[in-house]
């Protein structure tokens, strides 16, 4: 078989974006460029490498951050072909701090790793004891958790024995220190429940409750466990691994007083049981979400509609080089009209080459005019152009594109039952119907 230019480009185009989906890398911006047509343009390298990117309005509107020349970023991408020039190119989806956006995403990974090992499994998970009398607390003896912890404890059952197990809970030192600590209350077993707190952070200040081996070590836990990390809305890898998971401190510490404890277990189980439902249901949904999703953008209109508009971009900026250029060589040609009248000393010469001189000038605006209204006939004719080709041109004609229920186009009344619903697309919106 004999390709065309544009046919290779197109499988090739198609290849690369069947091949590869959806992908996630990190990088540095170079050559930033944001034209008026509102896209981002821009190149990210690392050491050794580089690849061209865009990001389209309808995708940089959301951005949570605005990509800098030099900034490290961590993007969500398509990989595709910019047919016309037959570059290779990433669509941007999504873009953010890079520093941010790896801790997270390290976080999503272990909690992935961890819970298909089972480690987070609710049949392994063990009711705190109905009568508690030592409370084992894992965490730094001078923060506001202890305190928070202690004060609860005295108010509702002074009885209750408290144990400290003394440790860091943020910086390097952090992860050794815990799990030195964790160890040592294993050895000892001295209490009926253990429990690993501290106060609320950001992410990167919680980070030590998120470390693979303190997680494994909590697993293997001789007693019940309970983990009250950060504020309520806060979740670490502990969270998922220890018996219990308390929202905040407080909370821990009424959960192992005897004031509504058994009800409080129970409601805490069920919490947990239901939001590991929950992750699972949405693990699925976005699953089948992201497969709907690449579908709709391989055959999706709007995908022609962004070469073309990347295409016209292109063709603006050198229409402008271009005329540019244009007035560069006039401006030369006037300067060395103007030396050859300084090098011809008789006064004859000088006025003829005077007047030469101003009927170049007084030509200089009309070449200006006609060069920038040929380039404005030229853009005119590229945007009519991109107009023909767009379906929603066709629309507008009256012609409207009917789909059914699952999404599919209606190509033969035989795809419509009767009853059944269709969505009819029209150029200024859509109505919805059913088959009688």
């Not at 192992?256 to 805490?268: E, F, I, N, P, Y």
């Amino acid at each position: 078989m004999v390709y065309s230019v544009s046919q290779l480009n197109i499988e090739i185009r198609q290849l690369l974006e069947q091949g590869f989906g959806q992908i996630s890398l990190v990088g540095e911006i170079s050559n930033f460029a944001a034209p008026g047509s509102g896209h981002w343009y821009f190149t990210l390298k690392d050491e050794r490498a580089q690849v061209r990117c865009a990001m389209f309005r309808n995708a940089n509107q959301r951005a949570k951050v605005r990509p800098q020349n030099g900034m490290q970023v961590l993007v969500r991408a398509k990989v595709t072909v910019y047919e016309p020039r037959g570059d290779y190119q990433l669509i941007i989806e999504q873009v953010e701090d890079a520093g941010q956006g790896l801790l997270q995403q390290r976080y999503e990974q272990l909690k992935e790793k961890l819970s298909a090992e089972g480690l987070f499994a609710p049949e392994r998970k063990r009711p705190l004891p109905e009568h508690i009398h030592k409370v084992g607390v894992l965490t730094s003896p001078t923060g506001a958790a202890i305190k928070d912890i202690l004060a609860v404890m005295k108010r509702r059952d002074p009885s209750v024995e408290v144990i400290i197990y003394p440790s860091a809970v943020q910086g390097e030192a952090a992860v050794p220190q815990l799990q030195a600590m964790l160890k040592t209350a294993f050895e000892r077993n001295e209490v009926d429940v253990l429990l690993v707190s501290r106060g609320g952070g950001s992410l990167e200040d919680l980070w030590c409750f998120n470390d693979e081996n303190f997680a494994r070590l909590l697993a293997t836990a001789p007693m019940p466990t309970i983990s009250a990390v950060g504020h309520e809305i806060d979740f670490t890898i502990s969270d998922f691994v220890a018996d219990v998971r308390a929202p905040t401190p407080s909370a821990a510490a009424e959960l192992v007083t005897r004031d509504q404890q058994q009800q409080q277990q129970k409601a805490q189980a069920l919490q947990q049981r239901l939001a590991l439902a929950q992750q699972r249901l949405l693990q699925r949904l976005k699953q089948r979400w992201q497969f709907l999703q690449t579908r709709l953008q391989q055959q999706h209109p709007q995908r022609q509609l962004q070469q073309q508009s990347q295409l016209a971009d292109e063709l603006q900026a050198r229409a402008s080089r271009a005329l540019q250029n244009r007035l560069a060589r006039q401006q030369q040609r006037v300067s060395y009209l103007q030396g050859r009248l300084q090098a011809v000393h008789p006064q004859k010469e000088l006025q003829r080459l005077h007047e030469k001189l101003n009927h170049q000038q007084q030509r200089l605006p009309l070449v200006m005019q006609r060069l920038l209204k040929e380039n404005r006939a030229r853009q005119q004719q590229l945007m009519q152009s991109l107009n023909l080709v767009s379906p929603l041109n066709t629309l507008e004609r009256g012609y409207a594109i009917v789909r059914t229920e699952s999404g599919d186009v209606v190509r033969s009344e035989k795809q419509v039952n009767v009853g059944s619903t269709i969505e009819v697309r029209l150029a200024d919106g859509s109505i919805t119907a059913k088959r009688q």
